[in-house]
Structures are given as structure tokens and as C-alpha cells.
């Protein structure tokens, strides 16, 4: 699976990450996000809640301890095995 993706942590002053999504979001997991030089992760709490937005490629996840909207931005397969709830 290759998807890039641009995840924001809702909130004031969060930064965005953008990288290859690495674990798609399922409840009780967590999502691994890996930028551009192959060598660095950015690893969420584990997941409660995935929403997504009606035929977009718009998610949004609630964690233990944040809320994050995850925007796909370019993929070769498609999201299928998101589990909402």
C-alpha cells in the first residue's frame, strides 16, 4: 500500500505531518505515518473513533489523549480496510 497522506492534530498552533501511511486507522490501533526520508515515524496514541467524510478521501480520528483530520492525498489502493465506529 502506497498512500501519502497529510495528517493535522486539531488545535491550536499543531503542525501538519504529510508522509506515506504506513497503518491505516482502526480502532484499538495506532497510525504510523512515515516521512519522506524513509528514516522517521510519526506514531499516534491508539485509535478510539474513525469518521469519515461522505465520498472524500477526509477522515477524521479521535485517539486516547488527541483528534486528528487525515486527508489522502495521492494512493495506488484505496482505504478499503478502514474500520469506522
Given at each position: 500500500m502506497?498512500?501519502?497522506v497529510v495528517l493535522r492534530k486539531l488545535?491550536?498552533?499543531?503542525?501538519a505531518v504529510a508522509g506515506r501511511l504506513v497503518r491505516a486507522p482502526r480502532r484499538g490501533s495506532?497510525?504510523?505515518i512515515e516521512f519522506s526520508d524513509g528514516m522517521h515515524?510519526?506514531?499516534t496514541t491508539p485509535v478510539k473513533r474513525v469518521l469519515r467524510?461522505?465520498?472524500?478521501?477526509?477522515?477524521?480520528i479521535e485517539t486516547v489523549n488527541s483528534r486528528y483530520r487525515l486527508e489522502v492525498r495521492?494512493?495506488?489502493r484505496a482505504l478499503e480496510d478502514v474500520s469506522s465506529g
Open positions: 502506497n498512500v501519502q488545535g491550536r498552533g499543531s503542525r495506532v497510525v504510523v515515524e510519526y506514531v467524510l461522505a465520498s472524500r478521501d477526509i477522515f477524521y495521492d494512493r495506488e
